[in-house]
T-cell receptor
Framework: KAGVTQTPRYLIKTRGQQVTLSCSPI?????VSWYQQTPGQGLQFLFE???????NKGNFPGRFSGRQFSNSRSEMNVSTLELGDSALYLC????????????????FGPGTRLTVL | QKEVEQDPGPLSVPEGAIVSLNCTYS??????FMWYRQYSRKGPELLMY????GNKEDGRFTAQVDKSSKYISLFIRDSQPSDSATYLC???????????FGDGTTLTVKP
């Protein structure tokens, strides 16, 4: 089974621009979560989508948004980029509901490395 | 104060050593306790998860949870150079889609 794929893998933007990142989850998974990873703040939860609806949201400004399509693929958008948005953006997919073991494991993609100049 | 505090490291040990990685947390509502391993330029991969207090073993890895102290640990026995990576603890509810992560501990195992 193919893993989580993220495109692009690397991106360089300048301040004020906007960017769209894409994530394709594992086939059959209905939940996609996005995380931002930086050396100073670690791995921080951005938002989660399940069946095209935002199910959870982290503490990020409104410049960060996302959406999920009917095929479970997800995109996140960052508008008006700031230098501090430079980070590794990770997407994780999961079945979406707790399984038999009561835990809904998530699988991470390789990430998109965004550099804002 | 962060919800999850992880020993920052970095850690450097000789091959064959026992490694102990630790996290403390403040929110008693967390139900699941996970350990992820992240190699350079890769996304995190789940090593183990536990639900209740106690120990869970998987090969050379043992996860330990003490809910009364809000303390979780990962032990690696007979460490190998291939174990060199960043280890992240994570806590959450039944829905792993929203997990709270520690900052990670970078481990280097020297041959």
């Amino acid at each position: 089974k193919a893993g989580v794929t993220q495109t692009p893998r690397y991106l360089i933007k300048t301040r004020g621009q906007q960017v769209t990142l894409s994530c394709s989850p594992i086939s059959g998974h209905r939940s996609v979560s996005w995380y931002q990873q930086t050396p100073g703040q670690g791995l921080q939860f951005l938002f989660e989508y399940f069946s095209e609806t935002q199910r959870n949201k982290g503490n990020f400004p409104g410049r960060f948004s996302g959406r999920q399509f009917s095929n479970s693929r997800s995109e996140m958008n960052v508008s008006t980029l700031e230098l501090g948005d430079s980070a590794l953006y990770l997407c994780a997919s999961s079945p979406g509901l707790a399984g038999i073991m009561g835990y809904n494991e998530q699988f991470f993609g390789p990430g998109t490395r965004l550099t804002v100049l | 104060q962060k919800e999850v505090e992880q020993d920052p490291g970095p850690l450097s040990v000789p091959e064959g050593a026992i490694v102990s990685l630790n996290c403390t947390y403040s929110n008693s509502a967390f139900q699941y306790f996970m350990w992820y391993r992240q190699y350079s330029r890769k996304g995190p991969e789940l090593l183990m998860y536990t639900y209740s207090s106690g120990n869970k073993e998987d090969g050379r890895f043992t996860a330990q949870v003490d809910k009364s102290s809000k303390y979780i640990s990962l032990f690696i026995r007979d460490s190998q150079p291939s174990d060199s990576a960043t280890y992240l603890c994570a806590l959450g509810g039944t829905n792993a889609g929203k997990s709270t992560f520690g900052d990670g501990t970078t481990l280097t195992v020297k041959p």
